[in-house]
């Protein structure tokens, strides 16, 4: 690899000692000068090659910390609902697909978003019983976008022997009508039933996916990914019968980025095991790592499984639900944390929220340990109490900024005006210290970070008054994504040492108005020195 220099834009830092710099030069994967242009050239000696940015910025390479590296896949490989906007174009959509199929054969739809339906009275989910007027012959099973909700037709029922005597698992719902008839509407754990009976594509159609699709991350800017796989055939969302980490290192070197494993598993001693080659290279810079205990509490909002203290202001009857024992989540905490891991917990309702960080409390309370960073993923719902607490313990919040601009438009319906005031709480959280490690939750939401930036800077007008600088949402984007994953020493800044990683934008995003900042194009991503994606 040649020792490069680069020069001729702003080289935003996010160094607080040393913000903005003129040139800075690479040797191999490392920075190993930054400063003026003539001091960078002096201390790289005379073997080095001058690249002009051309008034382009260059920043640290963007981290996405919440990302399914798994589940990305199947978006390139089964049937994709994310265009369809209305009732008729899934039905549109189906048919097309029971055409290329034979009778019998199994159909996965994806990303599903009801809310979105041009036809307000559209917006809810469909049952059984319309899919199976468009597929009486085929099982057919709908995801939607956020993962956590389900619909089967009948076909895919019998198939998974869901019928009115089926005990509904915990954690888990099986949906039933007035009358007590299954409406085929799964969430939560529930659409584990399902899941357990898709095939899997076949492994070239899997290799060819997972190419285009690091790849297209890399598009994004995306140089770092926390990287969420499902180690267990129990539990979780959207399980795979434990076949993730096999696909995993199936697919490992088609992985463009750098990956922090965040694993779920019933069991934090399994994670032990995977601490060695191919997933983890035992050394602080290596490309791949593992070190944290993921687990789930609640639901979403959008599937109105999201535990809040109080009903959905549209489904009065709805307070949401834990997907898991509290006793058994703490049961794990204790085990992970006591290994030294760190944990994970996804919270989404105000209520959940409130019982994580009591969780962490007492953990904390009960196995004091320093610079344990862990995190909740989400943290959507936060009082002003509940973000103090979170600065005390020492808790970051890894939030998806995207959420908001996939919700802005419904999110009143659904919890009422005056809880989308402690929703996605951004400044509140940076004016009280908490770390916010931004991410997309990708595949749920499109790992665009230039939408997420906008998400942050601008919430499409939605309570603005938790809008936040630029400089801080490219802090979400980069040096705290790094320091979520105890990766700050060698990422997320630019300085000398740390690994070259960079995102080059065609616009200095310091000197954007905030309606702008969406119209930032990523133009080249460098990885460990090398170029893996520049526009035409």
């Known amino acids: ?50 690249i002009d940015l051309k008034e382009c910025a260059l920043l640290p390479g963007f981290i996405d910390s919440h990302f399914h590296i798994v589940p990305i896949l199947f978006f390139y490989v089964f049937l994709n609902l994310a265009d369809v906007k209305s009732l008729k174009e899934l039905k549109e959509q189906l048919i097309q697909t029971v055409n290329k199929k034979k009778p019998g054969e199994f159909i996965y739809g994806l990303n599903l978003k009801e809310e979105q339906f041009e036809n307000p009275e559209e917006r809810v989910l469909p049952n059984r019983f319309i899919l199976d007027n468009i597929c009486p012959d085929n099982p057919v099973f709908l995801l939607r976008y956020d993962g956590h909700v389900g619909i089967a037709n009948t076909k895919a029922l019998e198939l998974a022997e869901i019928g009115d005597n089926t005990v509904t698992p915990a954690g888990g719902e099986i949906r039933r009508d007035e009358r007590g008839i299954i409406t085929g509407i799964l969430s939560e754990n529930a659409t584990s039933i399902i899941m357990t009976k898709v095939s899997l594509p076949d492994p070239d159609e899997i290799m060819k996916a997972a190419a285009q699709a690091y790849k297209d991350l890399a598009a994004e800017g995306i140089t770092s990914i926390h990287g969420i796989v499902e180690l267990d055939k129990e539990g979780g969302v959207v399980n795979l019968g434990g076949l993730e980490i096999p696909l995993l290192k199936t697919i490992k070197d088609k992985i463009l980025q750098d990956w922090y494993g965040i694993v779920y598993t019933a069991e934090p001693k399994k994670i032990k095991r995977l601490q060695k080659p191919p997933l983890d290279d035992g050394k602080l810079d290596g490309r791949f790592k ?15 499984t999201a535990l809040m ?10 307070s949401g639900f834990s997907v898991i024992d509290e ?7 204790v085990k992970a944390h006591n290994l030294g891991f760190q944990i994970a917990l996804h919270a989404i309702g105000d209520k959940a929220n409130k019982i994580v960080i009591n969780l962490y409390k007492k953990l904390l309370g009960e196995y004091p340990r320093n610079d344990h960073r862990h995190r909740i993923e989400h943290a959507s719902m936060l009082t002003a109490e509940m973000i103090k607490d979170m600065k005390d313990l020492g808790l970051i919040a890894s939030c998806q900024p995207p959420f908001i601009n996939s919700e802005h438009t419904w999110l009143e319906k659904r919890i009422g005006k005056e809880r989308c005031k402690i929703i996605y709480p951004f400044k509140s959280l940076i004016e009280e210290g908490v770390i916010i490690a931004a991410g997309s939750d990708g595949p749920v939401e499109n790992p665009n970070v230039i939408d997420g930036l906008h998400a942050m800077i601008n919430r499409n007008g939605f309570v603005p008054d938790e809008c936040v600088s630029i400089m801080d949402a490219l802090k979400a984007y980069t040096i705290n994504g790094a320091y979520a994953a105890f990766q700050e020493e060698i990422k997320g800044s630019i300085e000398v040492g740390k690994l070259a990683n960079f995102v080059i ?18 133009v080249e991503t460098i990885i460990r020195g090398k170029t893996v994606y520049k526009k035409e």
């Open 290 to 304: 593992i070190g944290c205990l993921k687990s789930w509490l609640d639901g979403t909002l959008g599937s109105a």
């Open 505 to 522: 934008l065609n616009k200095n995003p310091l000197d954007l108005s905030k309606d702008n900042i969406k119209h930032l194009q990523v």
């Open 327 to 333: 006793g058994i989540l703490y049961e794990r905490m």
């Open 309 to 318: 203290f109080e009903p959905f202001s549209d489904h009065p009857n709805n």
């Open 1 to 50: 690899m040649e020792n490069l220099v680069y020069f001729g834009g702003p080289i935003i830092t996010m160094n607080d000692n040393q913000p903005l710099i003129e040139a800075l030069g690479i040797e191999g994967d490392k920075i190993i000068a930054v400063g003026r242009l003539e001091e960078v050239k002096n201390k790289m000696g005379n073997k080095f090659k001058l």
